[in-house]
């Protein structure tokens, strides 16, 4: 497919905008005429520019408030729409967006709004321009693609066609099914955007809220496809309004806006399999390679907290198991669970984490086909890694994360001990006496800056084929954390994505710290917290206190045996209820660089992370 986006959805200057949306391999741009007014140099300038970079100026967009209004300012429209194609011309703009009126002068009057847009299409005839009419979803009286088409087919003009935008359809609740039914030459351009589900003005949520494919909750890939069956051939574009791409770096965000394109063309190419004949081609990468758990984390840390993190996993029921063959890294094990530390002074993690004491550099998932998962990975548009391989060391294929973490692919088939016994002298198996039953990693908690969090929705989305569950907000005495999980069906890899909404919170002053996209904390899983936390404690691992308040409200709340409220209070364990089952969790107290680790248990088929325990953790650190 011939892929486009508009200007409005990057930050930076007009050229800066068009160098990174070249340097992502879109085809062209839609010209967005704010970008275009404030930009100092002609428009034969502005084409030259596009065509050294290889970019096509597919459209120019918007034109507003022209169809079904009274003959006075129609006449007046058709003038200005004169100007506009001298400078499409110019351009080398073949095709201007019309979005539906949205004036109060605007008459409601199907048969009027055709006649008026058969006269603009004229216009553009004489030129060789076309004209694609939109519906917005607060059009005074045009909303719905569905109107947009019957007077557009009333029109019945070679050179007026339809704009389908996916944010204007799915925003409404309107049914796209009926998209399927249109001639596919009549739809002339293609406009996808997602959006989070949120209660608030569409006009707002339009503008401020947008997101590009796959980051929000809107079924965009059901919507393409609709266009697909329609037969639609043109330009696949994105046109996102976002207040916080406004201001993020705009390389980011056109390797999001590609990766999102690639991502809906696969998603939708399973979709239409079967649908003859196939006029598009869609980007065909290799599939999901399918994750079963996560094998291991890798924490870099210099000698000196090499040293703190040593005890303090042993207090946390972890055994030494093995030393590196050809490395300062340290192997640590309990139950199913592995932990890395590397204090490797060359090694890549420290060079990223230098001076800022402990932080987690890598994740490896286990999975059956590695190489598949690079492979899809690279095609998603994420960077490969390799590390330097010593003699006798095993290479684990591994991709980089947005933020410069790793996450390596570990081989399924090389069972427990596999992995490392290439890489690691492993010591004497003998159990520890410190084992605190924890058997699994069960999430891993990342903290976010604000602009990060559609990143990574879509990459777990796209690259790791992990499902997003529903956004929280969350309140710590500083200001909001929004929450979002993500994990795999079968629920043996959990994330969690967390965002401080203000600068004060303790997420925030940890993304400080570690420069953003930093793991906050790990839980670990086990069968009997109350055993579990008791044993800790015992080894010396120190928990965050909770109010006794807390437990005073959850029996109001929650209709609980007075044993196991007891028992919770004494141990400080907080719990969580949902219609599947119950969770049981405890937070350690951070250690340096502000990580700290969280005890779960869970029970029945429970499926979230007491999030709304999360400001009873957040309030107790706020108070030591
Ligand atoms: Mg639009
Ligand atoms: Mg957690």
Redesign the pocket.
């Known amino acids: 497919m011939h892929r486009s986006i508009a200007t409005v959805s990057l930050s930076g200057t007009l050229r800066q905008k068009l160098e990174a949306i070249a340097a992502a391999g879109f085809d062209g741009i839609e010209l967005f005429e704010a970008d275009f007014i404030n930009f100092k140099g002609t428009a034969t300038e502005l084409r030259g520019i596009a065509a050294d970079l290889g970019l096509s100026i597919d459209l120019y967009?918007?034109f507003r408030d022209f169809e079904g209004m009274p003959q006075a300012q129609f006449l007046r429209s058709l003038e200005r729409a004169e100007r506009k194609f001298d400078l499409m011309q110019a351009l080398g703009a073949p095709m201007v967006?019309c979005?539906s009126n949205t004036s109060p002068l605007c008459v409601d009057d199907p048969s009027l709004a055709a006649a008026q847009l058969h006269a603009l299409a004229e216009r553009a005839a004489r030129r060789n321009l076309r004209v694609g009419f939109?519906a917005?979803a607060w059009g005074r009286h045009t909303s719905r693609y569905g109107q947009a088409w019957q007077i557009v087919k009333q029109a019945d003009h070679a050179h007026l066609g339809l704009?389908l935008?996916s944010?204007?359809t799915l925003s409404l609740k309107d049914d796209p099914a009926g998209i399927a039914e249109i001639p596919g030459e009549k739809i002339f351009f293609l406009?996808m955007?997602d959006a989070p589900l949120l209660a608030m003005d569409v006009l707002q949520w339009a503008r401020h809220h947008r997101s590009f494919p796959g980051q929000g909750d809107f079924d965009v890939v059901g919507f393409f496809e609709q266009v697909l069956r329609a037969g639609y051939t043109g330009p696949l574009s994105l046109?996102i309004f976002n207040d916080i791409f406004r201001e993020t770096p705009n390389r980011r965000t056109a390797v999001d806006a590609m990766r999102s394109l690639l991502y809906l063309e696969s998603e939708a190419r399973q979709r239409i399999a079967t649908l003859q004949p196939q006029r598009v081609e869609l980007f065909n990468p290799p599939p999901v390679a399918a994750l079963s758990g996560l094998a291991f984390i890798e924490f870099a840390a210099d000698e000196a907290s090499a040293r703190t993190l040593d005890t303090l996993v042993r207090q946390l029921g972890f055994r030494r198991i093995g030393k590196h063959r050809s490395k300062a890294v340290t192997l640590y094990r309990q139950g199913e669970i592995n932990f890395i530390v590397n204090a490797q002074p060359d090694s890549f993690a420290r060079g990223r984490f230098e001076a800022h004491g402990t932080s987690v550099c890598a994740l490896g998932v286990r999975c059956a086909d590695p190489l598949a998962a690079v492979g899809r990975a690279t095609a998603m548009r994420s960077k490969r890694h390799d590390s330097p391989v010593g003699p006798n060391e095993l290479r684990v294929p591994a991709v980089v994360a947005p933020g410069g973490n790793l996450i390596h692919f570990v081989p399924e088939a090389l069972g427990a001990n596999g992995l490392y016994e290439a890489d690691f002298i492993l010591e004497d198996d003998a159990p520890d006496s410190n084992d605190a039953g924890l058997a699994q990693i069960d999430h891993v908690a990342l903290g976010l800056a604000v602009d990060q969090l559609d990143t990574w929705v879509l990459f777990t989305r796209a690259v790791l084929g992990l499902e997003a569950g529903e956004s929280l907000e969350l309140a710590d005495p500083f200001g909001l954390i929004r929450s979002r999980g993500v994990a795999n069906a079968e629920r043996s890899v959990r994330l969690v994505l967390n965002v401080s909404l203000s600068q004060r919170t303790r997420t925030a002053r940890t993304l400080s710290v570690t420069g953003g996209g930093a793991v906050h904390h790990i839980a670990l899983r086990c069968e009997d917290i109350f055993a579990a936390a008791a044993k800790l404690r015992a080894n010396g691992t120190r928990f965050v206190p909770i109010a006794d308040n807390y437990y005073d409200d959850l029996a109001t709340r929650i209709d609980l045996a007075p044993e196991l409220l007891a028992r919770m209070r004494a141990a400080g364990v907080l719990f969580d209820r949902s219609p599947a089952g119950d969770y049981l969790h405890i937070y350690t107290e951070s250690f340096e660089g502000g990580l700290f680790f969280e005890v779960a248990q869970r029970i029945g088929r429970y499926d979230a992370y007491g999030a709304l325990n999360a400001p009873a953790r957040m309030a107790s650190q706020a108070q030591d």
Do not use: G, R, V
């Open positions: 967009q918007p967006l979005c939109e917005l704009i935008d944010f204007h406009q955007a046109e």
